[in-house]
Structure formats: structure tokens, C-alpha cells
């Protein structure tokens, strides 16, 4: 079977080039992690994912990890990876299972809320990109399509737009780290009661936390989120709504990342809750991607001026807002 991480050197001169571009440029092409990386990923996942014998060729830790983030990086067939790795659909499915499985056993390590930073420097790093020093932290919904069959709930999986998906929300800081995802509600669900259900809306009815969140829809949003102001007046408030539309640029970026790193995730061919454990996983790597500075994926964003949040007033927000703009702008 093809593995980068074979323990024998080669002899050849030339053999021994191949194998040091191979390690750089085409195993993060293939994997998305460099051969550090990798071999991180494969310490920390080997008491979860390591077989008790060798019988039967049984996989090694690192030839389990690789299958699982060829798969992650690429998206595609199983029995495509299988015919790669020399291996049947069969195996390949459960080296993906292995892994997604452990890599959950580390969300509470590597999803933190509200960031793996202090959170002053949480702050100062959006006001430095956005000039908007009271967002700490911002909240999205985006869709993945599992593709797979449904079985009889297949309906509630049916979104507004009329495709099938899952709706996952997640809060990132200013450094593009993960510090929140919730991965497990059909399509149909509307976001502010994935909200309202969510551990991270407990949090803030308890008080353990003090910060603002940045929404892309305001009727999500109750008294936790900022909204922009519907009709701005030229002078602060277009002001503000600029900030606003800058700093809510940052959970764009991440979601182009997690999804230029991890392919997968434009549409998965499993079942429901499946896939929510894929996307759990993918960003937990993505963290790890992140925090050890692994080679980033080219994102497109729009420009300042096209970004657009939705106009949706709530009284709350409103005087939050309305302090901010005397204060700040």
C-alpha cells in the first residue's frame, strides 16, 4: 500500500529528492498537513485509533490517518482512495470512522470558547483588522449536503432553498480559530432555535460571559448579537455598519478556509449524523492547521463594499449599538 511515511530510505540520489518534494508540496496537497503535521496528528490520535494486533495486515496508526485525511482533503469516492491506497471501500470506510471518532474526543482541547487567545488580545486583533474593538466573537449558519439516503426524516433535511443539508453554527475569533461549532440540526431548522438550544446561548443566560456576538441574521440574534442599522445616516453609522461588515468578513474567511482545506465539506456523500461528526472533525483539524501555522488555503473574499449584512433591528442590539456609535465612531 502507498504511504509517505515509509521508515526505509532510498538509495538513489535522485530517489531521495522525490521523496524530500514529496513530503513538502504533495503531501500538503494530498493531506493538507506537512509531514510534522502529520505525524502530530498521528501521536496524538494512536491509543484511539491503534490496532490491538497486526493480523490480517491490519492498518498502521499512520496509514489510518492518511486514508482518513486524503479523504477530508479530497471529498471524493471511497472506492477512489481505496484504489490509491490498495485497499477496499470497505477498509477505507472504517479508517475514516476511526478518526473522526477520535478527533471528537479533543473538541473540549482544541475548540475553545471564547478563544484559545486572551481574550484583550481577542479584541485588540479585530480592532486592528476592523477598527470595531467591541466584537469579540461572530456566529454563522452555513450548509454541507450529506447526499446519501435519508430514510424516512429525509424531509426535515430539506432546507429553504429546496436541497438537502445540515446547518452548522460556528463562532470564530479574530486569528480565524474555531471557537464554537454545532454540528446536528437538519436544514429545516431555523437558525434561532439552533441558537437558543445551543450550549454557547446557555453560557451567556448563566453570565459566564460578557461579550457580543456578530450575526448574519438579525431574528437569530436576541440580546447576545450586534445588528447593523437599517437605513445608516452618512457620518458614524455608515461608519459602524462598515466595522460591522469587516469584522463579519472574518467568519467568511474561516468557512473559505475550512472548506479550501478540507473538500469534504462541499458535499458529503454519508448519512446525517455522519456528517455532522466529519464537520466536528474538520474543525478540529482546521485548529490544529491554524495553531501550528500549516500552509493556508487561498480564500476569495468580497470586497469591503459588497459585504451586505442583513438589515434586521432588535431593541436590544439596538441600544448596544447606539452606545457603541457615541462612544467609538
Request: aromatic share 10%; hydrophobic share 40%; glycine share 6%.
Amino acid at each position: 500500500m502507498s504511504c509517505p511515511f515509509l521508515r526505509q530510505e532510498p538509495v538513489a540520489e535522485g530517489a531521495r529528492i522525490i521523496r524530500r518534494a514529496f513530503r513538502d508540496n504533495l503531501l500538503i496537497e494530498r493531506y493538507r498537513f506537512s509531514r510534522e503535521g502529520v505525524f502530530y496528528i498521528v501521536n496524538l490520535l494512536e491509543p484511539h485509533v491503534k490496532c490491538s494486533t497486526r493480523r490480517s495486515r491490519a492498518l498502521t496508526t499512520a496509514q489510518t490517518v492518511c486514508i482518513a485525511l486524503r479523504f477530508f482533503a479530497s471529498g471524493t469516492f471511497l472506492y477512489t482512495i481505496g484504489d490509491a491506497e490498495n485497499l477496499g471501500k470497505s477498509a477505507v470506510c472504517r479508517a475514516i470512522r476511526k478518526v473522526y471518532l477520535a478527533l471528537k474526543q479533543f473538541l473540549g482541547g482544541f475548540v475553545i470558547f471564547p478563544s484559545h487567545l486572551r481574550p484583550q488580545a481577542v479584541k485588540q486583533n479585530f480592532f486592528c483588522h476592523c477598527r470595531y474593538i467591541i466584537i469579540v466573537n461572530e456566529d454563522h449558519a452555513t450548509m454541507i449536503m450529506p447526499k446519501s439516503s435519508l430514510g424516512p426524516n429525509e424531509g426535515d433535511s430539506v432546507n429553504r432553498k429546496g436541497f438537502h443539508s445540515v446547518n452548522v453554527q460556528m463562532v470564530c475569533d479574530s486569528m480565524f480559530h474555531i471557537t464554537n461549532v454545532e454540528a446536528k440540526w437538519p436544514g429545516s431548522v431555523h437558525d434561532s432555535r439552533i441558537f437558543r438550544e445551543s450550549h454557547l446561548c446557555t453560557l451567556f443566560e448563566r453570565g459566564a460571559y460578557a461579550g457580543i456576538l456578530l450575526g448574519d441574521r438579525g431574528y437569530a440574534c436576541r440580546q447576545y448579537f450586534m445588528t447593523p442599522f437599517p437605513d445608516p445616516n452618512p457620518g458614524p453609522q455608515t461608519r459602524f455598519n462598515t466595522a460591522l461588515a469587516r469584522t463579519r468578513a472574518r467568519i467568511e474567511m474561516t468557512f473559505g478556509q475550512l472548506k479550501g482545506r478540507f473538500q469534504c465539506l462541499k458535499g458529503l456523500r454519508v448519512a446525517p449524523d455522519r456528517a455532522c461528526d466529519i464537520i466536528v472533525a474538520c474543525a478540529i483539524l482546521h485548529n490544529i492547521a491554524t495553531i501550528r501555522k500549516e500552509r493556508t488555503p487561498v480564500v476569495e473574499v468580497q470586497p469591503d463594499d459588497d459585504l451586505q449584512p442583513v438589515h434586521l433591528d432588535q431593541p436590544s442590539g439596538r441600544a448596544a449599538r447606539d452606545r457603541i456609535v457615541g462612544h467609538h465612531f
